[in-house]
Each structure stands twice: as C-alpha cells, then as structure tokens.
Nanobody
C-alpha cells in the first residue's frame, strides 16, 4: 500500500501539464459530507486553497486562480485523489499539499478544518 502523502510534483515549462496524486490515511474514514482538498504555498506566502471535492457526491470547488485549468478527482477504492493541472503558469509554482476534512467541507479560504499529513510536493513552472 502506498505511503500517505503527495507525489507527482516536478519542474515544467509554462503551458505544460502535471497530475499530482495524494494517498490518504484511512483510520476513521471520511464521511460523505467530508472533503479532500489541495492547498499550495509559494515561498514567502501563506498557504492557499486550490480545489476540494466532496466525498459523497463528488461536488468540486476551485479557487478562481485555477478554475478552468485544474481538475480535482478521487479514487476512493485506492484511497487516492488527484489534481490535474493544465495550462500551468509560473505563478502556479509552489509546494502543493493534500488535506482532508472528515465531517464537512470547510471553505478553501483557510486551512481551518483541514488536516494534512504529507510533506508536500514541489511544482515549479518556468516561463
């Protein structure tokens, strides 16, 4: 079984694509109203929410900065979820973290309500 945490980050050129993966720990499970989410943190900046997906119905929400370019998805059978990133821009450069909220879906404007468990995966987009 894969270790919990993020993977898939690397250096790419602007306009390129990447898919990040996150394997999440299962103790206690995540309820249908809970969410899986991706956050990112650029050097010198606060961690910001990027996307979230609700377990029960797959409803998604994206930050305005990535809407139309990023896609979050999940594979519950593998305890894994993904972030497909297209049309990458230099401003997408950051450490990306996955997180989960077990009982409900907090807004992405802060990390409150979310627990993360990985070390992050670095995405670097060059112009």
């Amino acid at each position: 079984q894969a270790q919990p945490g993020e993977s898939g980050g690397r250096s790419v050129q602007a306009g390129g694509s990447l898919t990040l993966s996150c394997t999440y720990p299962i103790p206690g499970g995540i309820r249908d109203n809970g969410c899986l989410a991706w956050f990112r943190q650029a050097t010198g900046l606060e961690r910001e929410g990027v996307a979230r997906i609700r377990i029960g119905d797959g409803a998604t929400f994206y930050a305005d900065s990535v809407k139309g370019r990023f896609t979050i998805s999940m594979d519950n059978a593998k305890n894994t979820f993904y972030l497909r990133m297209d049309s990458l821009k230099p401003e997408d450069t950051a450490m990306y973290y996955c997180a989960a909220a077990k009982v409900y879906c907090p807004v992405l404007t802060s990390t409150d309500g979310y627990a993360s468990w990985g070390q992050g995966t670095q995405v670097t987009v060059s112009s």
